[in-house]
């Protein structure tokens, strides 16, 4: 009796898809940006990546088999996407206990501590590196600068990235022509040369990993196309208004975390919403807030903040934004 199997309602459809193939498929997608970071970091990018992945897989075996007393699933794929993610939102001079803890909170807290894979609410490398952010922000906004000398364990220099830079610039009264004349071009900026996350640097790489995920077919466009979209419309109608305080839109959408957070970040299927209506709300929210946050708040970048805050609404989404069911009748006005 305990082998019964639980046959779902009719209809039934085939899919060759598993998690682990889907995992992987984004693991590929990210490959890309991961070369591009050590190519403009140097070594110093293959190791943050390297023990953000192996403390994530360490710490997931342990939690399963030792804690939740359960069969290890690190062979999924996941906790290497949650590695990657968490290694591409970190500097990659960040010290080594730094990058575990990471990890540690990102698998343990974002992750295993709501069941684990399929049931956490919010995208677990995010909150190891909001964590990391609010407790050690020096350490975190200590951005390295590509380097000269790629065989190098240690970033030389380091200095402010192009959203940092202006921030501080249009908090000192600064014109924002001024300011852009020390930031590097935006074709510079678009291929990686310039300082920040080591995975978030490159918008060409991280494009080609959203090519090949359209692909495969393990994403739909709707959130990153939505969210970039409506980033650049806000930041538009505000760089319309006033050309020397706010930034254009093509500034938003190829510096800091933008093009990082739309292809893999926002786009996790467990912490965004299953209809295609409410992908679109989800995305224009984060866009939205991003444009905010950077703007008008604290911080230089809100990708992070943005995307946590509107995996809190994915279960409102989801329940008011219900696709109809096969064979539903719809109701008598």
């Known amino acids: 009796m305990n082998k019964l199997i639980n046959v779902s309602p009719s209809p039934h459809s085939y899919g060759n898809d598993s998690v682990k193939k889907v995992m992987y ?46 069969k290890p699933t690190v062979t999924d794929g996941s906790a290497i996407i949650t590695g990657m993610l968490l290694a591409f939102n970190l500097p990659s001079n960040l010290p080594i206990h730094l990058i575990i803890l990471g990890s540690f909170v990102a698998i343990a807290i974002g992750k295993m501590s709501f069941g684990g894979l399929g049931q956490n609410p919010f995208n677990p490398a995010l909150v190891g590196r909001v964590f990391l952010l609010i407790s050690f922000p020096v350490e975190m906004t200590s951005w390295p600068k590509p ?67 359209i692909y495969r077919k393990i994403i739909t466009w709707h959130i990153p196309v939505f969210m970039l979209g409506s980033m650049a419309a806000l930041s538009g109608i505000l760089w319309l ?18 093009m990082l957070g739309a292809v893999f970040m926002a786009t996790d299927m467990v912490t965004s919403p299953m209809s295609v209506k409410g992908q679109i709300i ?51 006005v």
């Open 25 to 70: 498929g984004v693991v590929l997608a990210m490959i890309p940006a991961m070369l591009v970071s050590i190519f403009y970091f140097g070594i110093s990018a293959l190791i943050l990546t390297a023990v953000a992945i192996a403390s994530a897989l360490f710490f997931e075996f342990a939690i399963q088999k030792y804690i939740m007393k359960v």
């Open 147 to 213: 380097m000269v000398n790629r065989m190098a364990l240690v970033d030389a220099e380091t200095g402010a990235t192009p959203l940092a830079m202006v921030k501080e610039g249009l908090k000192n009264n600064e014109s924002l022509s001024s300011i852009m004349d020390r930031l590097p071009e935006y074709s510079e900026m678009f291929l990686g040369n310039l300082g920040g996350s080591a995975g978030e640097v490159s918008a060409l790489a991280i494009l080609v990993g959203f090519v090949w995920m």
């Open 241 to 258: 208004v006033n050309p020397e305080g706010f930034a254009d839109p093509v500034f938003h959408l190829i510096t800091g975390g933008a």
């Open 282 to 332: 989800f995305a224009v929210g984060i866009g939205v807030l991003t444009i905010v946050i950077r703007v008008f708040g604290a911080y230089p970048e809100g990708v992070s903040f943005a995307i946590l805050i509107m995996n809190a609404f994915v279960p409102l989404l989801n329940t008011y934004l219900k696709p109809k069911r096969f064979g539903e009748i719809p109701k008598a």
